[in-house]
């Protein structure tokens, strides 16, 4: 089910728009109403087309996260075209995919990689809206964080430890902006089936399905429902981190 016209007349961009969970939120929130500028280092002219097919509202932008030129060019760009941004889901993040994920066998440029785009670049796009946010009388904030913040699991060093920072970054940013009307949640999302899982067996993908108490891989639409919560009705809701996990979180090791 959706909103329509929830989130008219609001201005979204929306991070990693170009695939997976970010497609997913940017059709959600244009399917509400809501101008989605689609920002991503991939072309977002798919998404972009699959949003005005079903009559909403969407531009492309190419940006990459982990730039702070590119976020003051895009964001000045489009508070000059829109008057102003009323949301922002940073999603787009990535998977170290160029050494192993563990502590001691990790690389430092590996780390690198995963801290610019999963945490610099959630902090960036932060600090790139919030002063016009501010300005324009508040605004939303959502942070895809992800389950590996708030649990070990194999493989994700680099990943886990950008993601907890995003976990304290949202935190941070709730108890700075509250008494100016910016409110900046994060969701905490089980493992959904989005092209971040294409190096994967079979086998982990059973493992993976089976961790939940819900016994499947979410959908992306599953986590874009829960941003366009947040953006639409979380009036009372500020620095959390929401699971939207199947019931992983729940589950004990039975
Ligand atoms: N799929 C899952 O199981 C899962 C679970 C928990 C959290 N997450 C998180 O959800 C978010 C979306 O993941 P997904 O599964 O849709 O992955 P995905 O790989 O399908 O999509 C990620 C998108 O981010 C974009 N991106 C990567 N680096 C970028 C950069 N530097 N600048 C701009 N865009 C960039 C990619 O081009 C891609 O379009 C990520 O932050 C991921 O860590 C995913």
């Known amino acids: 089910m959706t909103v329509k016209d ?7 961009i929306v991070t990693g728009a170009a695939q997976g969970i970010g497609r997913a939120t940017a059709l959600r929130l244009a399917g509400e109403g809501a101008l989605v500028a689609c920002a991503d280092i991939q072309d977002c002219g798919e998404t972009v087309r699959l949003a005005e097919k079903d009559g909403g509202r969407a531009v492309a932008v190419e940006l990459d996260v982990r730039h702070g030129a590119d976020w003051a060019r895009a964001v000045s760009a489009l508070v000059a075209e829109h008057g102003r941004i009323d949301l922002l889901a940073n999603v787009a993040g990535v998977v170290n995919m160029n050494s192993p994920d563990t502590v001691v066998d990790l690389t430092e440029d590996a780390w690198q990689v995963v801290i610019d785009t999963d945490l610099k670049g959630v902090w960036l796009g932060m600090q790139a809206v919030i002063p016009q946010m501010i300005e324009a009388g508040g605004g939303r904030i959502v942070n895809i964080a992800s389950m590996a913040a708030l649990r070990g699991l194999p493989n994700l060093a680099s990943y886990s430890a950008a993601k907890g920072g995003v976990v304290g970054l949202t935190q941070q940013a709730a108890f700075e902006y509250a008494d100016r009307g910016v409110l900046v949640n994060a969701i905490a999302p089980g493992t959904i089936d989005t092209p971040i899982l294409a190096g994967i067996t079979d086998e982990m993908r059973e493992a993976n399905a089976n961790a ?5 891989l979410g959908r992306p639409e599953e986590i874009a429902a829960m941003v366009a919560y947040l953006f639409r009705e979380g009036s009372f809701q500020t620095g959390l981190t929401f699971p939207v996990d199947g019931g992983w979180a729940a589950k004990g090791n039975f």
């Open 6 to 12: 929830g989130l008219q007349g609001r201005t979204a």
């Open 212 to 216: 939940h108490l819900i016994r499947r």
